[in-house]
C-alpha cells in the first residue's frame, strides 16, 4: 500500500442527492430512503447511525455502488456512481471502496495473507508483487505475523483486521465499514475503531461507518443520524 | 493463489463431506470400470478364438451326438486339414468338490494336430500318448490342484457316473490366448470302451482345422451339406461364432449392465448436484462478499465449477486407483484362470481408463452447471443480507 501522498486515489467526496430507495415486498412498495441528501468531503469520517431498519445499510450499499437508487443521484470522487452498469460497477468497486463487514467475512479456506491477497486477483499484478501488497496491508493492521493462519484460529478482533487489511490492499479511496464492532468486545472494538481513525487522519481515507455504538461514533469527525428516511 | 486454485481450495471446506463425495464418485468410476471391462474382455475373447477352426455338432443341439465316424468323413472334405472330436466329460476333483473345469475326452494325436497352440514338452507328450489313463492338464488347473507329472489322481463322473482312474501325463500351456489353461483332457478311447455297446463311438462335437480361414464359411456349408443325407445331420460354425454363441446369454447379462450402469451415473449426477447445490447455498454470503469485492458472476460460476471440477478429478482419481488393483490384480486374474477360454484377457484397457476418467469430470460439471448458474445469479446485495 502507498501513503496517502502518493496515492492516486487517496480519498473520495461524496455527494448524495435527493435519493429514494423503494423496496418491494412482493407488490407492497416499502420506501426506505427518501429524497436523501448527504455531502461527506474527502477525508471526512462519518458515522451513520439510527435505529434498526432505518436503512443505514441500504444507504450505505447505495455510496459503495453494491446497489442502485430508485431516483437521485450518488457521486463518489469523479464518478457517478447511480449510472454505472453492473460491470463497470464491479470493476469501480473493486479499484476505489474498501468493505469491512459486521462478521467479517473472510473466506475460511483461505489464510490470513491470502484472504487480504484476494481482492489483487482482479488486478494484473504478478503473483510476487500481490504478496507483497497484502504482507504490506497485514503490516499497517499489526498481524504480519499471522499471514498464515486460518481465520477460525483467529480471534475476532484480529479477524477484523484482517478484513480492514483486505479492504485497504487496494489503496481505496472510499472505505465502507458496516457495524465493523458489532460482534467484538469492548477492548477489541476500541482497538479496531483505532486502526480506522488511523486510516483516516494517516492515510487521508474517506471513511463511512455505520455504527449502534455511541463509543465508535465519537472517533468520527461527523455523526449523521438516519431517521425515518431522512438523516438528521 | 490465483482463481482455478481458489475453486479448487473450497474443496477443503468440509472435510468429510468432500470425502463422502469423492468416494461416491470413486465408486461410480470403479462400478464404470468394471462394466467396461467385462465388455471389453469378452471382444478380446472373441477376437482371440482361432479364425481356422470350425466346430462340428449335432444340428439340433449341442447336447446331442454324432457319429465319431464323422471325424472321417470331415477329413475328406476339401480345404480341411484335420479333424479331431471331443466329448464333455464333466469331471469333477474329489479334493476341490466347488472347482469348476472342463473336462474333454478326446483323440490325443488329432487334439494335438488341431490345437496346435498346445505347448507340451515333447517327452510328456509322447508319455501322454501312450498311456491310456493318461491326462493332459492346463497349468493354470495343475497348479490350483498341486498335479505334478506322475501323480495318480481320480475324477468323478458326473455325466459318466463312477470313480475314474488317472494319471497326469502331461501338462500344457497356450502359445496363443485362444486356448483355455485350465482344461483336463484324457483319452477318448478309455471313456468309450467302458461304456454299454449302445453308447458308444459317439462324440459331442467334431472340431477340424481349414486351411485357409477366408473360406471358413464355405467349407462349413460343404461339411453341412455332406451330412444332409444322413440320419443326423449337423451343424458347423467357426470357432469364434461358437464362443459368440456361448456368450450369447452373456450379451444379454451384458446388455442389462450397461442400463445399469447408465442408471448409476444418472443417480450419481443427482447426488453430486444436490451436494454441490448445498455447497452453494451455504456460501450465500461468501458469493456475497465476492461479489462486493468486485468479482463477475462468471468469476463465482467458475468457483462453483471448478470446485465440482477438483471434485471430479479427484473422485476419477480414487476410483482408477482403487479399480488398478482390484481388477488386475484381483478379480481380472481370477477371471483370466478360471473363465480363460471366454476372458482371456481381463485388464483394464487404458481406453477405459481414460473413458472413466472423463466421465467423472463430465458428470461433476452437469452436475454443476444448475447451482453454478443460480449462484453466478445471485443479488449481491441479497446474499450480504443473507448473513450466516
Ligand atoms: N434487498 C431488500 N429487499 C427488501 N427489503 C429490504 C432490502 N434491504 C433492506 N430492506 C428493508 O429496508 C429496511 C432498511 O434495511 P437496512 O438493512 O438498510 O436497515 P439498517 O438500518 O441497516 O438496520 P440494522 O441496524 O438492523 O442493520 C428494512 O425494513 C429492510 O427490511
Ligand atoms: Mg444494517
Partial sequence: MSTAASSAHASAGITVRDVTKVFYRGKEPLTVLDKLNLEVTPGQFVALMGPSGSGKSTLLNLIAGLDRPSQGSVQVGQSSVSNMADSELAKWRSQNVGFIFQTYNLMPVLTALENVELPLLLTKLSGAERKKRAQTALRVVGLEDRSTHYPRQLSGGQEQRVAIARAIVNDPSLIVADEPTGDLDRQSADDILTLLTKLNTDFGKTIVMVTHDPAAAERANVTRRLNKGQLS | ?388
Avoid at chain 2, 485362444?178 to 472340431?207: A, C, M
Wanted: glycine share 8%; aromatic share 10%; proline share 4%.
Fill in chain 2, 1 to 388: 493463489m490465483n482463481i482455478p486454485l481458489l475453486a479448487a481450495r473450497n474443496v477443503t471446506r468440509n472435510k468429510l463431506r468432500t470425502v463422502l463425495t469423492t468416494l461416491g464418485v470413486a465408486v461410480t468410476v470403479l462400478t464404470f470400470v468394471l462394466i467396461r471391462t467385462v465388455v471389453a474382455a469378452w471382444y478380446v475373447g472373441v477376437e482371440a478364438a482361432s479364425k481356422d477352426r470350425i466346430a462340428t455338432r449335432h444340428k439340433v443341439s449341442f447336447i446331442m451326438q454324432v457319429p465319431k465316424n464323422y471325424a472321417d468323413t470331415i477329413r475328406q472334405v476339401p480345404g480341411v486339414q484335420a479333424a479331431t472330436w471331443a466329448q464333455w466329460f464333466g469331471g469333477k476333483e474329489p479334493n476341490h468338490e466347488g472347482e469348476f473345469f472342463a473336462t474333454l475326452a478326446v483323440d490325443p494325436k488329432t487334439t494335438l494336430e488341431v490345437y496346435d497352440e498346445l505347448v507340451v514338452p515333447e517327452e510328456q507328450k509322447k508319455a501322454w500318448l501312450e498311456n491310456r489313463q493318461g491326462i493332459l492338464a492346463g497349468d493354470v488347473i495343475a497348479k490350483k490342484f498341486g498335479w505334478k507329472v506322475g501323480d495318480r489322481v481320480n475324477l468323478v463322473g458326473t455325466i459318466y457316473p463312477g470313480d475314474w482312474q488317472f494319471e497326469v501325463s502331461a501338462i500344457y500351456t497356450a502359445a496363443r490366448k485362444s486356448i483355455d489353461r485350465s482344461t483336463v483332457y484324457f483319452h477318448w478311447d478309455y471313456l468309450n470302451e467302458s461304456l454299454p455297446e449302445q453308447r458308444r463311438d459317439k462324440v459331442g462335437w467334431i472340431v477340424s482345422r481349414i486351411d485357409d480361414p477366408g473360406k471358413s464359411a464355405t467349407i462349413q456349408a460343404s461339411i453341412d451339406q455332406t451330412f444332409d443325407a444322413r440320419d443326423i445331420q449337423t451343424l458347423s460354425q467357426s470357432e469364434r461364432d461358437l464362443n459368440n454363441s456361448f456368450l450369447g446369454m452373456m450379451s444379454a447379462v451384458l446388455g442389462a449392465l450397461d442400463i445399469v450402469s447408465v442408471v448409476i451415473l444418472i443417480i450419481m449426477g443427482l447426488i453430486l448436484g444436490n451436494t454441490i447445490a448445498m455447497g452453494v447455498r451455504e456460501r450465500t454470503t461468501e458469493y456475497g462478499v465476492m461479489r462486493a469485492l468486485g468479482f463477475s458472476p462468471r468469476h463465482i460460476a467458475t468457483f462453483v465449477l471448478g470446485e465440482a471440477f477438483t471434485l471430479g478429478i479427484a473422485g476419477g482419481a480414487v476410483g482408477l486407483a482403487i479399480a488398478y488393483p482390484f481388477v488386475n490384480q484381483g478379480v481380472g486374474l481370477a477371471i483370466e484362470e478360471n473363465m480363460g477360454a471366454f476372458f482371456p484377457y481381463f485388464r483394464i484397457l487404458p481406453d477405459t481408463a481414460i473413458a472413466a476418467m472423463v466421465m467423472a469430470l463430465v458428470l461433476a460439471l452437469v452436475a454443476a452447471v444448475i447451482p453454478a448458474w443460480q449462484a453466478s445469479r445471485l443479488r449481491t446485495i441479497d446474499a450480504l443480507r443473507q448473513v450466516g
